[in-house]
């Protein structure tokens, strides 16, 4: 073929694939102040601090180019970082939250204090963590195609969802489309990057768990500045990056978190960093896919029974209610009330546009929830605990179970077993240390054991079958006395068996720290004040 019949034939291909250019939407004088309150931003970030390219720096530069206000930074990690004050970069108000890998999925906690100890195992776990440490808790990616990372639990009090996640959306396309995208993506890399999302099950989900009160929903952009490495399965910061494609600039250009606050932003970031994460805690937040058209304005509001949304919008654009799931109203332009008669809620609104890219297609515009009454905070039992009424059950015969490397002393005393330890440094040997005793009892259907411990702990309260396979609960332990009932069959396999033990088929109980909520080479005490087995 002739040079220029080449460039007419690549010309002709690349208009196919090029999806069309970003929307612009004029913002009105009456839109003026509510756009002044309305922050746009990314939420799920990482940077080189853990599997990210670029550093805090270079991606608030990115941030500051693609028109955003802050970034929430959530860097994997497991809690006991002190997170970076706020702080403005670029004219970008920079969060710091991190995610926690759990054995549930991942977990982005924010506005959290620091832990005092490392934070991991099961999801119910960390979220009891998390609350405990006043953290806003947000689960991430929960349908990820990957098994490992998606969210199995549906009935934990969490306090916020990603009903979108880029690494999720991506994973689930066809080549051809990726492939599409890919060769788009260097004319209009935003809008290529829109064509790989599609209507996310999540949202599904979202519902499902917001029957009694408000979940707040997040888009998580979960940028990496990049795919050379394989994101999301590694936390160790330095590995090589072979692309870096697609960039945080693009990444953010594609979709962003709009935050509404009462009032406009003071410049002082501490100020303004709490400000915006009340509002994200209240759910005054939306999303909007702004490679389809941007900005987009949502003014959603109660008044008594009567939900109204308004939107800023393209005129072709059709408001959606929701409630618990399911559309209960629609209509075309910018305004939607709804009437709820009486039925609280959940209420939310959708933006749809006919150039709403996917199968099905993503929402342009997705508000967070109202309801019209009341609701119940979650009940946020501490798991497993009871009120302890300091009867002692017999001391039950002790021993120390460890590797040579970790060290511990065990003494009887007054108020029970004590039992001071130190892990092994070496974390590539898995240190560990173990109270053991044995146990006969086929009957038997719980574990009840009053714990304390100088420090706050995590201990795994474990029982071990003769052919070695374990099952255990973890408990948060600390100087107050605390009675802890944990049902056997509440108990997790730690090789990841699926069954539930049988009391007949055990023979110890174990009360282990390891380094699922301890550091290499950390030092302890706890104190066993008794232990039994619980038959009906
Ligand atoms: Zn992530
Ligand atoms: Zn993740």
């Known amino acids: 073929m002739a040079p220029a019949a080449l460039i007419v034939a690549g010309a002709i291909v690349l208009f196919a694939v090029l999806p069309p250019a970003a929307q612009h939407v004029d913002v009105p004088t009456d839109w003026r102040d509510l756009s002044s309150r309305t922050l746009a931003g990314a939420y ?31 860097d994997h990690g497991d809690g ?40 991991g195992g099961t999801a119910d776990a960390v979220v009891e963590d998390v609350a405990r440490l006043r953290g806003f808790g947000i689960a991430a990616h929960p349908d990820s195609p990957k098994v490992a990372l998606r969210w199995t639990s549906d009935s934990l009090p969490v306090d916020g969802i990603e009903w979108l996640n880029v690494d999720s959306e ?17 004319m209009r890399p935003s809008e290529a990057l829109a064509q790989l999302l599609d209507r996310p099950v999540t949202i599904a989900r979202w519902d499902r768990w917001s029957s009694s009160r408000p979940i707040v929903a997040l888009a998580g952009a979960d940028a990496h500045g990049g795919i050379g490495q394989r994101a999301e399965d590694s936390s160790a910061p330095g590995s090589r990056w072979r692309l870096r494609i697609p960039t945080y600039e693009s990444s953010f250009r594609t979709f962003s978190n709009r ?48 939900v109204d949304a308004r939107v800023l919008a ?63 905070e979650p009940e946020r039992h501490p798991r497993f605990q009871r009120p302890w009424t300091g009867a002692l059950a017999p001391p039950l015969p002790w021993r120390v179970e460890k590797p040579p490397a970790s ?22 040997r898995s240190p560990y240390v173990a109270l053991a005793t044995d146990i006969h009892d086929p009957r038997f ?62 023979t110890s109980v174990l009360l282990v720290i390891d380094l699922t909520n301890a550091v290499p080479g950390s030092a302890g005490e706890f104190t066993v004040r008794s232990l039994n087995l619980t038959v009906p």
């Open 44 to 74: 799920h970030v990482h940077s080189n601090r853990s599997d990210g390219s670029g550093d805090k720096a270079a991606i608030a530069a990115a941030a500051a180019r693609a028109g955003l206000t802050f970034v929430i930074f959530t």
């Open 80 to 119: 006991t970082r002190s997170p970076d004050p706020p702080a403005y970069i670029d004219r970008v108000l920079c969060i710091d939250a991190v995610e926690i890998s759990t054995s549930d999925g991942h977990y982005v906690a924010l506005d959290m204090a620091p832990a005092p100890y490392p934070l």
């Open 170 to 186: 991506w994973r689930d396309e066809s080549r051809l489309t990726l492939a599409r995208a890919a060769l788009a993506y260097f």
């Open 259 to 306: 935050v509404v606050l009462d009032h406009v932003l003071t410049g002082d970031a501490g100020i303004d960093a709490r400000h915006l994460v009340d509002a994200i805690r209240a759910g005054h937040a939306f999303t909007v896919v702004d490679a389809i058209a941007t900005p987009g304005l949502l003014d959603l509001r109660r008044a008594g029974t009567t």
């Open 314 to 376: 393209p005129p072709e654009a059709q408001l959606v209610m929701f409630h618990g799931g399911h559309e209960v109203a629609r209509a075309s332009g910018s305004e939607l009330r709804w009437e709820s008669g009486g039925e609280p809620g959940p209420y939310r609104v959708e933006v749809h546009l006919p150039r709403d890219p996917g199968v099905p297609p993503v929402p342009w515009m997705v508000s967070n929830e109202v309801f019209t009454s009341p609701v119940a």
């Open 407 to 428: 060290a511990a002393t065990m003494r009887s005393g007054p108020e029970g077993v004590v039992v001071e330890y130190r892990l092994g440094a070496d974390r590539s």
């Open 445 to 506: 259907t719980a574990i009840e054991a009053a714990l304390t411990s100088r420090r706050p702990m995590r201990i795994s309260i474990q029982v071990r079958a003769a052919d070695g396979s374990r099952w255990g609960q973890s408990v948060y332990v600390d100087s107050s006395d605390r009675l802890y009932g944990i049902p056997l069959a509440s108990m997790r396999s730690m090789d990841g068996r699926a069954a539930a033990p049988s009391a007949a088929s055990l």
